[in-house]
């Protein structure tokens, strides 16, 4: 009874050996079934679009008020689904509470991408005077910023990430001219309380016009907007993206070229809802939001960004 326990035994050995030696040769014998690459997902305007509205679903957001802590939360909630590590920076000015929140991931040297999800107080620019003392939606003057964020917070491959991406988003942006009050207020206390600095900035302000067109902002560093105007170029989007002078505007990236980060403001600022209560979600494009996104996006994967001078 020992004999074919032995038999069966050596039968085994040889096997082993046999497939030992072919994993020697270098695996040419054997089929190897590998695991296929996840792709990463991809930006989608009409995601993007639907983010935008359930904003606006909240009616004005001006800093606070209870829609503008509500529409926070909804951020904050979006991010964390999305598995980003998020802080938040509450601070009082002028007597209004404000709440900076900034989603982060990765590794390497930080680069913050920024949107402001509070919308103006006044329509001061609206035709009507009677309308003028009313708060505005936002629909592109913050809310398509704050989309294009959170669905960059949807599909950016944070395993794959080259730089430690933060994602802001900024209160107390829309209250410039008002009393006591400067353009981008938020962000300027959010740069004061920061240790250190991120490598370099990207500001998404009105960039879902569906008649877009993004002009060189005039305060933007000058080699980092030209990186970034060129990628889109070679994308397909050199007609909107057009690399020529535009104005100079005092928004959100102001204060970070202020404390020596190359920053640049994406922003159509050829709106003509601009602080009025017909900027709404209708005058949304998701063509225009995709653009956007997919531009930003590219960015950041390719991003062991060249440091602009």
């Not at 050995?13 to 991809?42: D, E, M, N, Q």
């Not at 989603?103 to 930080?110: E, L």
């Not at 490598?199 to 030209?226: H, I």
């Not at 494009?285 to 001078?309: E, H, I």
């Amino acid at each position: 009874m020992r004999r074919p326990a032995v038999l069966q035994v050596a039968v085994m050995a040889i096997f082993v050996f046999a497939l030992a030696y072919l994993v020697w040769l270098g695996y040419g014998a054997l089929p190897l079934l590998l695991p296929t690459p996840t792709p990463s997902p991809s930006f989608s305007g009409a995601q993007a679009l639907a983010l935008a509205q359930r904003q606006c679903e909240f009616g004005p957001r001006p800093s606070g008020t209870e829609a503008n802590r509500q529409t926070g939360d909804w951020i904050i909630a979006q991010l964390k689904a999305a598995g980003w590590q998020v802080e938040t920076q509450e601070i009082t000015w002028n007597g209004v509470p404000l709440r900076n929140i900034v989603a982060k991931a990765g590794k390497g040297p930080a680069v913050l991408v920024a949107a402001h999800y509070d919308t103006r107080p006044v329509a001061d620019q609206d035709p009507n005077p009677e309308a003028q003392t009313q708060p505005i939606v936002g629909g592109n003057d913050g809310a398509s910023g704050v989309a294009v964020l959170l669905e960059l917070a949807r599909v950016l491959d944070r395993g794959r990430l080259t730089n430690e991406v933060w994602l802001a988003f900024f209160d107390g942006e829309d209250r410039g001219r008002l009393p006591g009050w400067d353009w981008g207020q938020g962000a300027r206390l959010y740069v004061q309380s920061l240790k250190s600095l991120p490598a370099q900035m990207v500001l998404l302000d009105m960039v879902g016009d569906s008649n877009q067109r993004f002009p060189y902002e005039g305060n933007s560093n000058p080699q980092l907007r030209a990186q970034i105007w060129a990628l889109a170029g070679r994308m397909g989007f050199g007609n909107v993206f057009v690399p020529v002078q535009g104005q100079a505007l005092t928004d959100d990236h102001i204060p970070f070229i202020a404390a020596g980060v190359p920053a640049v403001d994406i922003i159509d600022f050829d709106y003509p809802y601009w602080h009025t209560t017909a900027d709404t979600c209708d005058k949304l494009d998701p063509a225009s939001l995709d653009r956007v996104g997919k531009v930003v996006q590219a960015w950041l994967a390719g991003a062991a960004l060249a440091a602009p001078n």
